[in-house]
């Protein structure tokens, strides 16, 4: 938390501007480095800067949908091209293996929706197009939940902090704050699951 005082994700982000962006947006939807970039706050931010006339509001979610759904595609090829192959592969900086068996577990639970259920939980978005690649999902499938999960989270979220910055009155004195709770709500999915999987264990 303390890191999060100290670190200006507007100033960042205008900096990086759009293509900055869009690049965040696509590695954490299908390169195992996205699990290091804040999703959900990054993509409201951007669109609360939007609101101040930092970037042009259609712009830059024509340009987050466009990442979110290369990014998912670019998950799937790998996970198709390597499959089981992936499961072996050895613990690095970038990459852990339980990260891909908890989205392993949440694909065989929900199925398709995963693609888009998992938009909306860190970690398991960048995963879960790698395990439906694996499982050799049918594309035009995945492709369909690709677009309505990409659509949902990338314009949904980005909308929200553009309409949230437009409605309220000096809302930027409240960012932090609010950039706190995205992902503190973002983090409950991950949360209950590693406690529901402990007390499992222990029953």
């Not at 199925?111 to 398991?124: D, E, N, S």
């Not at 499982?135 to 309409?163: P, Q």
Request: with cysteine.
């Amino acid at each position: 938390m303390d890191f999060l005082l100290h670190f200006d994700l507007e100033k960042t982000i205008q900096t990086i501007g759009y293509l900055g962006v869009f690049l965040m947006v696509f590695a954490e939807s299908g390169l195992f480095i996205g699990i290091f970039f804040p999703g959900d706050s990054l993509l409201f931010t951007a669109g609360f800067l939007a609101s101040t006339g930092v970037f042009n509001i259609l712009f830059l979610a024509a340009f987050c949908f466009a990442a979110a759904v290369l990014g998912d595609n670019v998950g799937y090829a790998i996970g198709k091209k390597y499959g089981p192959k992936i499961f072996s592969k050895e613990d690095s900086f970038w990459f852990h293996k339980k990260h891909l068996v908890r989205a392993e577990k949440f694909y065989e639970k929900y199925g398709g929706k995963t693609i888009i259920l998992a938009r909306f939980t860190p970690i398991i978005r960048t995963f879960a197009p790698v395990v439906a690649g694996v499982g050799k999902m049918d594309y035009k499938t995945f492709f369909f939940y690709n677009i309505v999960g990409g659509f949902l989270w990338a314009v949904g979220i980005t909308f929200a902090g553009y309409f949230l910055g437009r409605s309220i009155p000096n809302v930027d004195k409240y960012l932090l704050p609010i950039v706190i709770v995205i992902i503190l709500v973002s983090l409950l999915p991950t949360l209950f699951h590693l406690v529901k999987e402990r007390l499992s264990s222990n029953s």
